[in-house]
């Protein structure tokens, strides 16, 4: 699986923005799909999934509410939706698939597939 993210840049605290993902796969539906971000300094951290199959999904406790994980089988794009940014959610953001357990999700090391990553910044 071949992924490009896009729609990172610098906002304010408190706006939106739209992160998608583009994935060169036959079957994307058939991919668990997560976000993870790296802030500066620090190590990747978990973000969203978008299980696949059941289209559930699951959130880190710090963007719960604020942030949302969908996804477009027919584009083969899965999207992260970030509303009232704040400051410590400066990082690089990176979009990630695999075909894992659901134990898995939360470590980056369970998924075979990465994008290049997109640059958020939100300034105070």
């Known amino acids: 699986v071949q992924l490009q993210a896009s729609g990172g840049g610098l906002v304010q605290a408190g706006d939106s923005l739209r992160l998608s993902c583009a994935a060169s796969?036959?079957?994307?539906?058939?991919?668990?799909m997560g976000w993870f971000r790296q802030p500066p300094g620090k190590e990747r951290e978990f973000v969203a999934c978008?299980?696949?199959?059941?289209?559930?999904?699951y959130y880190a406790d710090s963007v719960k509410g604020r942030f949302t994980i969908s996804r477009d089988n027919a584009k083969n794009t899965v999207y992260l939706q970030m509303n009232s940014l704040k400051p410590d959610d400066t990082a690089v953001y990176y979009c990630?698939?695999?075909?894992?357990?659901?134990?898995?999700?939360?470590?980056?090391?369970?998924?075979?597939?990465w994008g290049q990553g997109t640059l958020v910044t939100v300034s105070s």
């Open positions: 990630a698939g695999g075909n894992l357990i659901l134990s898995a999700m939360y470590s980056p090391d369970n998924y075979h597939s």
């Open positions: 796969v036959r079957s994307f539906s058939g991919v668990t």
């Open positions: 978008l299980w696949r199959g059941t289209g559930r999904t």
